[in-house]
């Protein structure tokens, strides 16, 4: 928990001066975790973690407190923040497993445990890493630096990585986003740990790293796959494994693949869409439908309505891993348009057509972005070529037809007219004819005239 955005620069002098202070008091801080991480993979990272060695945690406190007022996240567990600062301050600490949760831990504060113990309860070499914040100095007892340049995800120590089960998801995504293999020792224990236990507050979390900052985000659930780790929390993706698709249209294979490849060129529009997030987890979604209707038929392979049929399993799987009613909505939404966009620029479909597209979208833009990134190619020949140009000239028409004045309930009022039950649906003609390009004025008498015929036959 960050308590407030401030420069990364700011927050590394009020590092050195605790750092500093620490020192005349005997003691020693070191950066840890992350930010060593992508310091030496030359990443952003504006988190910063420091970790106090060498001092007892009433002395830490008083040198805290003079520096600005002290925020005890967790002071039994050495925990503290400063006020107006972004950082995290903790002591050493040892952690003993109390059951099998994320959460099950006994901890106590030992400030003088040594670097290599301190370091021992990280998940990952590469994360286990500390940076002497006055000196510079890299203190790497378990030879993070050597795994992070040989691109290598090795648990530190196999008796501690298997009592939390979060760090098999953590290494899933760490995979995603450095593109690093995980170490065979530690993926066959990955296998061997139940995941089961875990809030699902905790999944979204790695899945939205995964997906928001993987360079591939199919590595997150290809390594998951290979962990034999997806049935817990991602049944339904395991269930595209092996769904046939008609290699007509579908020429690299299962539904499976697909989803994969959908996975990584959405991840290209990820700065161009409304929440890249939601985005990235239609691409994982939009083809559940196949999963219920695949069927061959003349030696053809179908997936009638998969669109609309495969919604109720995406809803479950959504509730599985979020409370977000507008993920639930924008994933559902997105689904059952996701065909629309290439078939109509395909046919070169009317104005009118592709008007209601974009009207029903929650997102129209993120809709045009997806099914660039799920575009068909059929055997090979390019039958869909970039549809692109023409649905963002449609969307630019649909943007202006927008903004021209319309019918509203105010201007049925002014005629004369009484609400009642019918306005919702008189407003719901009226809108079709905005759709359709009809001016105001004529939409305002067509709307009239629609409205008179109705009360006519009560």
């Known amino acids: ?71 005890s996240v967790g002071s039994s567990f050495g925990v503290y923040m400063l006020y107006g600062y972004d950082i995290d301050i903790a002591m050493p600490r040892k952690e003993t497993a109390t059951g099998r949760g994320h959460r099950d831990f006994e901890i106590t504060v030992d400030p003088f445990i040594g670097y290599e113990q301190a370091a021992r309860r990280r998940d990952f070499t590469i994360n286990a890493m500390m940076e002497d914040v006055l000196s510079g100095e890299i203190v790497d007892p378990f030879k993070g630096m050597e795994d992070l340049n040989r691109g290598i995800l090795r648990c530190v120590d196999p008796a501690t990585f298997i009592e939390d089960p979060l760090r098999v998801l953590r290494g899933a995504q760490f995979a995603s986003r450095f593109g690093f293999r995980i170490e065979a020792d530690t993926l066959n224990l990955c296998r061997t740990i139940d995941l089961s236990t875990l809030p699902k507050e905790r999944i979204e979390e790695e899945l939205r790293k995964a997906l928001v900052k993987g360079r591939k985000p199919s590595v997150f659930f290809e390594v998951l796959r290979e962990m034999d780790q997806l049935d817990v929390w991602f049944k339904e993706v395991k269930q595209l494994i092996g769904v046939r698709q008609d290699p007509i249209y579908h020429p690299e294979g299962d539904v499976w693949t697909h989803t994969m490849e959908v996975l990584d060129r959405a991840a290209y529009y990820r700065d161009k869409v409304s929440d890249p997030f939601y985005f990235e987890l239609l691409a994982l979604c939009h083809d559940f439908g196949k999963i219920l209707v695949t069927q061959e038929i003349n030696g053809r392979i179908h997936a009638y309505d998969h669109e609309n049929q495969g919604l109720p399993l995406i809803r479950s799987f959504l509730i599985r891993l979020s409370n977000e009613n507008d993920l639930i909505r924008y994933v559902t939404n997105m689904t059952s348009l996701h065909m629309k966009p290439n078939a109509a620029a395909h046919d070169k479909a009317a104005i009118k057509t592709t008007n209601r597209i974009f009207d029903q979208a929650v997102e129209p833009l993120d809709l045009i972005y997806f099914s660039m990134a799920d575009r068909p190619v059929i055997m090979g020949d390019d039958m869909f070529p970039d549809s692109s140009a023409f649905l963002f000239e449609r969307y630019g028409i649909y943007q202006e037809m927008m903004s021209r004045p319309y019918v509203t309930g105010k201007d049925l009022i002014d005629a004369g007219l009484q609400p009642d039950e019918s306005f919702t649906e008189i407003l719901e003609y009226a809108h079709k004819l905005r759709l359709a390009g009809v001016n105001k004025e004529s939409a305002l008498k067509q709307t009239l005239a629609q409205f008179k015929v109705k009360r006519d036959k009560i």
């Open 1 to 71: 928990m960050k308590l407030m955005n401030t420069s990364l620069s700011r927050n590394k002098e009020i590092c050195e001066r605790i750092a500093a202070e620490v020192k005349e008091a005997g003691g020693r801080v070191f950066y840890v975790g992350g930010y060593v991480r992508d310091r030496m993979l030359a990443h952003e990272n504006k988190d910063l973690d420091i970790e106090v060695h060498g001092i007892e945690p009433e002395k830490l406190y008083a040198i805290l407190e003079k520096i600005a007022p002290v925020k």
